[in-house]
């Protein structure tokens, strides 16, 4: 069973730009949640989808935005990027439903720098 | 505000002896708790869990007990061994909006396993 698979594992961009990651999430798993990983910051949650529906959100500006296709496949986009917004991106797959009992599986997440 | 916290950013200790990593909470709405290992790179890799309902589970090497009036747990990991090594965060799930999955992380403690 293959694991959760985010592309690309490496970004380099310009303030001012705009990125979109990609995660692939466990096949049948319909849960896509994504954290930003900071050294000072830990893991921070940034959003969850399911079902292509955005069901919680965490405390970022509107810059960060996600979305979820029928696949169970999902994107995360930032605009205007700033020298903060350097990062590993994880995105984690679960099943889905409610969260107890339930483990987030993680994929290897997306270095992005910004310069 | 933190609501899981890791107090120890480091940890060392002796190949075959025990190794204990603490993490305290603050919110009691939190009704499942995680441990994840994450090697530099690479995205967290789950071990561990446990149920608010529930004080202790076991499995091999790892162990984690929670003290719910305490608000604290703690993963021991005996014996210890140098492919220990990592960095280990603690996570916690509960509700959140609209029955969606969101886990709150420590900021991670650094496992160094001397041989």
């Known amino acids: 069973k293959a694991g959760v698979t985010q592309t690309p594992r490496y970004l380099i961009k310009t303030r001012g730009q705009q990125v979109t990651l990609s995660c692939s999430p466990i096949s049948g798993h319909r849960s896509v949640s994504w954290y930003q990983q900071t050294p000072g910051q830990g893991l921070q949650f940034l959003f969850e989808y399911f079902s292509e529906t955005q069901r919680n959100k965490g405390n970022f500006p509107g810059r960060f935005s996600g979305r979820q296709f029928s696949n169970s496949r999902s994107e995360m986009n930032v605009s205007t990027l700033e020298l903060g917004d350097s990062a590993l991106y994880l995105c984690?797959?679960?099943?889905?439903?409610?969260?107890?009992?339930?483990?987030?599986?993680f994929g290897q997440g997306t270095r992005l720098t910004v310069v | 505000d933190q609501q899981v916290k890791q107090n120890s950013p480091s940890l060392s200790v002796q190949e075959g002896r025990i190794s204990i990593l603490n993490c305290d909470y603050t919110n009691s709405m939190f009704d499942y708790f995680l441990w994840y290992k994450k090697y530099p790179a690479e995205g967290p890799t789950f071990l561990i869990s446990i149920s608010s309902i529930k004080d202790k589970n076991e499995d091999g090497r790892f162990t984690v007990f929670l003290n719910k009036s305490a608000k604290h747990l703690s993963l021991h990991i005996v014996p210890s061994q140098p492919g220990d090594s990592a960095v280990y965060f603690c996570?916690?799930?509960?509700?959140?909006?609209?029955?969606?999955?969101?886990?709150?992380f420590g900021k991670g403690t650094k496992l160094s396993v001397i041989p």
């Open positions: 996570a916690a799930s509960g509700h959140s909006g609209a029955g969606s999955y969101q886990l709150t």
């Open positions: 984690a797959s679960t099943a889905g439903g409610t969260s107890v009992g339930t483990e987030a599986f």
